[in-house]
């Protein structure tokens, strides 16, 4: 391995790592496909063509490959045997101190997201980035990536509303 491949792995590394777990919720896999990402850049590194920063181009192809992960049968597997042999489980008292209960709620709702307005609320608040610089990403217009803003502030609204009432339905208390 390069040391220019090495050393944009310590580099971007983490923050690809983030930006996956962000959307398939699982470290190791998530670290699978940062794997992918880095081999995939190697394997291909002459069609980076400088037109936005490596940072960018990086993240761009860890969306890229956790949609196709989420698309994939391995993830409806994983899924699926969660369901089947783990059940819903609940989370511990001790959990939810250690995460802070008002992260946890907010991770939560923003995880029950449809992917497509999770990625844009990701990208813009807890990435810090521009409009233009998500659509890049996304390979989506502006004005989608607007759209799309807008609508997840409201499904995510909904989403914390319902989670108040939660503690008066579930009477695990």
């Given at each position: 391995?390069s ?5 944009i ?15 398939v919720?699982d470290w190791?896999i ?5 794997q ?11 069609r ?11 993240v761009?192809?860890t ?27 609940k ?5 939810e ?16 997201l449809?992917?497509m307005?999770r ?6 608040y ?14 989506c ?20 509303e ?12």
């Amino acid at each position: 391995m390069s040391e220019h491949l090495s050393a944009i792995m310590e580099e971007h590394g983490e923050y690809c790592l983030r930006v996956a777990y962000l959307y398939v919720k699982d470290w190791a896999i998530a670290e699978e496909i940062v794997q992918d990402v880095f081999l995939a850049y190697y394997r291909q590194q002459d069609r980076f063509e400088q037109r936005s920063s490596l940072k960018t181009y990086l993240v761009k192809i860890t969306v890229h490959k956790s949609h196709d992960y989420l698309r994939s049968w391995k993830n409806k597997r994983h899924v699926l045997f969660e369901k089947l042999h783990i059940g819903v489980s609940k989370r511990t008292i001790e959990t939810e101190l250690i995460e802070g209960e008002e992260r946890t709620v907010l991770k939560n709702a923003l995880f029950m997201l449809p992917v497509m307005y999770r990625e844009v609320l990701i990208l813009h608040y807890y990435r810090d980035l521009k409009i233009r610089e998500i659509a890049d990403i996304l390979s989506c217009s502006e004005n989608t990536v607007k759209t799309r803003l807008r609508r997840a502030r409201t499904l995510l609204k909904n989403q914390l509303e319902q989670s108040d009432w939660e503690v008066l339905i579930d009477d695990t208390f």
